[in-house]
């Protein structure tokens, strides 16, 4: 049998949420006119960053793919030629394709990043008409040059080794004191 408690106050209990809700103010969010910012390690869009020099940072390891358990990302590594690098390291990402039908923006690829080269930006606006435009190639996923970077492929600074850039002892396009290793 049935309480009073259970027959007359439960069904109305279950309407709290809405009774509060009723009568407050509506808030209406004014966006794409009126844009909130982010949190600061909000995950947006990805980007490959470069060195001072404008060298990549992606040495085509494959390990961001690899991480990704969308199977989001694709690279192809290939090797640098002496006369002009795209990378300090031995090898440099060719090839690199993000693709965000797929991608979950977990992050895991920032973690698997050896060099941080991948990074995510606050960008989060990634809608699109079609759906080869949501397929990012590399062109679209690298960093802009700034003023003192020179494009790749080029040789690495004088007076440096693969060693220095990792370890973050060069500066914007000007040779570094001592650089090589000690």
Not at 116 to 143: F, P
Request: aromatic content about 10%; glycine content about 10%; proline content about 7%.
């Amino acid at each position: 049998m049935a309480s009073v408690k259970e027959s007359l106050w439960d069904p109305v209990a279950g309407f709290g949420v809405t009774f509060r809700t009723m009568f407050r103010k509506v808030f209406t969010e004014q966006y794409p006119f009126d844009k909130k910012p982010t949190a600061p390690r909000f995950h947006g869009r990805h980007q490959l960053n470069r060195w001072p020099d404008g060298l990549e940072k992606c040495i085509g390891c494959e390990l961001c793919a690899w991480a990704c358990p969308a199977d989001a990302i694709y690279v192809e590594g290939a090797d640098n030629e002496e006369g002009g690098r795209m990378s300090p390291g031995e090898r440099y990402g060719r090839v690199y394709q993000i693709n965000y039908l797929r991608c979950i923006l977990c992050g895991l690829c920032i973690e698997a990043c050896p060099t941080r080269a991948l990074t995510m930006t606050n960008e989060y606006e990634l809608a699109d008409r079609s759906r080869e435009s949501l397929i990012y190639e590399k062109k679209d996923l690298l960093a802009p040059l700034l003023p003192g970077m020179e494009e790749p492929p080029h040789a690495m600074q004088l007076g440096t080794t693969d060693k220095d850039y990792y370890r973050g002892m060069v500066g914007a396009a000007v040779p570094t004191e001592g650089g090589g290793d000690k």
